[in-house]
């Protein structure tokens, strides 16, 4: 079965820096190119950044300069590292998969859960 | 960036009625790279549609989707129960992808 799990979420400060994982299963990690999607509290989806096979890395323009995404296919992870974090940052943030092997864009599937972020002083 | 507006914002419907959705893009997308996604309270989104019109895995077919260029559509044949939820369509023709805003289908 083709899972996602993120981890890493939490509270921190106005300023602080957070990193979340995300372990993939159940697929060739190294074939797909990945994404982290973004839902503050009540609101809609916003995509944050990709990374292709070949690691080609996007960002949201919200999040650039402050937000790194990284992978790592031994250990199929994903990751993003977030600093001088702002309050407009708290959200669920989800890691997701694209549809189809070896396209650096598409379709987002599967999503994993989530991870709550929350930057509060 | 391609700037995704849905409409309406909620749409208010009985069981076995029919839902039309709309989605228009601020400029063309680019290889029918259009998806839209099913998303209830505290669930991650579930994907519907990609390609603009193709199925996914699962979905049954009174879920279909349509349209090019800028404007597109996801039509519910006929509402069940479980229909009732946010609904968003999402560009990924470009670099910098895009997701509307959201519809709610509501009873």
């Known amino acids: 079965e083709v899972q996602l799990m993120e981890s890493g979420g939490g509270l921190v400060k106005p300023g602080g820096s957070l990193r979340l994982s995300c372990v993939a299963s159940g697929f060739t990690f190294s074939s797909y190119t990945m994404n982290w999607v973004r839902q503050a509290p009540g609101k809609g989806l916003e995509w944050v950044s990709s990374?292709?096979?070949?690691?080609?890395?996007f960002y949201a323009d919200s999040v650039k300069g402050r937000f790194t995404v990284s992978r790592d296919n031994p250990k199929n992870s994903l990751y993003l590292q977030m600093n001088s974090l702002r309050a407009e940052d708290t959200a669920v943030y989800h890691c997701?998969?694209?549809?189809?092997?070896?396209?650096?864009?598409?379709?987002?599937?599967?999503w994993g859960q989530g991870t709550l972020v929350t930057v509060s002083s | 960036d391609i700037v995704l507006t849905q409409s309406p914002g909620t749409l208010s419907l009985s069981p076995g009625e029919r839902a039309t959705l709309s989605c228009r893009a601020s400029q063309t997308v680019s290889g029918s790279s259009v998806a839209w996604f099913q998303q209830k309270p505290g669930q991650a989104p579930r994907l519907l549609i990609y390609?603009?019109?193709t199925r996914a895995t699962g979905i049954p077919d009174r879920f279909s989707g349509s349209g090019s260029g800028t404007d597109f559509t996801l039509a519910i044949a006929r509402l069940e129960p479980e229909d009732f939820a946010m609904y968003y369509c999402h560009q990924y023709g470009s670099s910098s992808q895009t997701f509307g805003q959201g519809t709610k289908v509501d009873i």
């Open positions: 390609g603009v019109s």
């Open positions: 997701a998969r694209v549809g189809t092997p070896f396209f650096n864009n598409g379709w987002f599937d599967p």
């Open positions: 990374i292709s096979i070949t690691s080609s890395i």
